[in-house]
């Protein structure tokens, strides 16, 4: 089973909602932040409720609270502002921040990042 790491500079929207979405495609996932807002959006946590996941489980967390193994991909969703962290294949994902976007952008965002990892995991279960 593949195991991915998804990072974003606040570890509060973008990559929470792609790690949330690695797990329910049955695939290990982590998330973390160069810089850990230290809690998890709260529209985030809305728009996955009405998907099903509770994201309200989840934490921000920093690279240094991410298990160190070997991903077989690492996922940048933000650009060079994330941290450079060790994987057999890095993605680069230019996905805007929904963070101060309406209820209706930010669930379109969620989509695009649901179709992203559907993607990414049908890629590596073939």
């Given amino acids: ?7 974003c500079v606040e570890n509060s929207c973008r990559s929470q909602i ?3 979405f690695a797990r329910m495609a049955g695939v290990e996932a982590h ?3 160069s810089e850990p807002s230290g ?26 609270d991410v ?12 650009g ?4 450079a962290i060790p994987a057999m294949r890095r993605l680069n994902w230019s996905v805007p921040d929904p963070k101060d976007m309406s209820p209706d952008e930010f669930r379109a965002i969620r989509d695009d990042i649901a179709e992203r990892v559907r993607n ?7």
């Fill in 1 to 7: 089973m593949p195991c991915f790491l998804f990072v």
């Fill in 18 to 20: 792609a790690e949330a």
């Fill in 31 to 33: 998330s973390c932040g």
């Fill in 39 to 64: 809690r998890v959006n709260p529209k985030a946590i809305a728009t996955m409720r009405e998907l099903g996941y509770d994201l309200g489980t989840h934490s921000s967390k920093s690279s240094g």
């Fill in 67 to 78: 298990p160190a193994i070997d991903y077989d991909a690492v996922i940048s969703l933000c």
């Fill in 80 to 83: 060079d502002r994330c941290p």
């Fill in 120 to 126: 990414l995991v049908a890629g590596h279960s073939a």
